[in-house]
């Protein structure tokens, strides 16, 4: 995820914006309907920093917000 490209982005940019300037490669890690609401996220693995991800969230199509989140590095054994 380059900062030219996140620098770009607006809340209230719809699902569509978002994804031109981001591009199509993304999964979609939650969609449910929340009072009469549309709610989806979106999530980007950052290929340069293989540890972290971006999730944007659209509500009825329009970006309300984003975050990113960062992968644990620490492995836990179950035995």
Known sequence: MT???M???ELGMSKEQVTQILGNDYTIAEKRVQDSNE???LS???FYNKDEF????FKDQKLEKW??????HDK???N
């Open 3 to 5: 900062s030219a490209k």
């Open 7 to 9: 620098n770009k982005l």
């Open 39 to 41: 709610i989806e996220v």
């Open 44 to 46: 980007y693995r950052d």
């Open 54 to 57: 971006y999730l944007f969230l």
């Open 67 to 72: 975050y990113r989140e960062l992968l644990p």
């Open 76 to 78: 836990i054994e179950v």
